[in-house]
């Protein structure tokens, strides 16, 4: 994947897997040292399966053919994008085919091949303003509220730069940094722990799931209520009972329409 600036602000720029920011910094997949452009303007995510736009909280402006992007969207070939006074072009490459000694003619030195690694493992969000939202993790990310953040989540409940995630083998260490409303990996509020493919990372009230590519997720029984977090021994018992008592009105319902 890469942006094609049709005006010449910038060459071509090949998007790697994971983050890419753009902006005025030096740090920048794509430095555009322009008025009007912010040092991280717009974060672009490359993903297994596609590439999502981001605008963190106070950058931008940015545009999506047109349509003002204010948090994050998806991108498919050929969207026109306007960062500030620049506009860029998002291209998909095709991934080169393997060569092989049935194909002598492919030997081409001149050819560029571009071959995309899939990321290992990707947060999902399922909650808040991260609900539905992909983020592959290749390598350290901060994830917090400041734009300056890898992963910027708009939310008050988390502090500006919140938590520390890297990759390993089997999965991500996290570091709490010192948040002021607390890193909980399963509910349980650690400043150091291993999350591995299938467990929840929640930053107050805002949760992520780890995934690995192709990983498939255990379905959840469907009798099993749901588990609700702080209530007493007590309480429970008193939904238990509640809807136990429901299915018993269900069921005489639904005799006394049977006998009719």
Known sequence: MKLVFPNGEHGQVLLNPGVNRIGSDAQSA?????????????????TSSGANLQVPAGAGPVAVNGKPVTDIMGLRSGDLLSIGPVTARYVVVEEARALSAADPDENNDNATRVR???????????????????????????????????????????????????????????????????????????????????????????????????????????????????????????????????????SVIILLVLRR
């Open 116 to 250: 995309l690694a899939l990321p290992k493992f990707l947060l999902r969000g399922v909650s808040g303003a991260v609900f539905g939202k992909v983020f592959p993790i290749t390598g350290p990310v901060v994830i917090g509220r400041a734009a300056e953040c890898d992963i910027s989540v708009p939310a008050d409940e988390m502090s500006r730069r919140h938590a520390l995630v890297k990759p390993t083998q089997e999965g991500l260490s996290v570091e709490d940094l010192d948040s002021a409303n607390g890193t909980y990996i399963n509910n349980k509020r650690v400043s150091q722990g291993f999350l591995k493919p299938g467990d929840e990372l929640r930053l107050d009230a805002v949760r992520f799931m780890l995934v690995s590519p192709g990983m498939e997720m255990p379905a959840a029984a469907p009798s099993a209520p749901a588990k609700v977090a702080g209530l007493t021994l007590g309480q429970k018992l008193q939904i238990w009972a509640l809807a136990l008592l429901t299915l018993s009105a269900l």
């Open 30 to 46: 794509a430095v555009l040292r322009l008025e009007g452009i912010l040092p991280v303007h717009c974060v672009i995510h490359l």
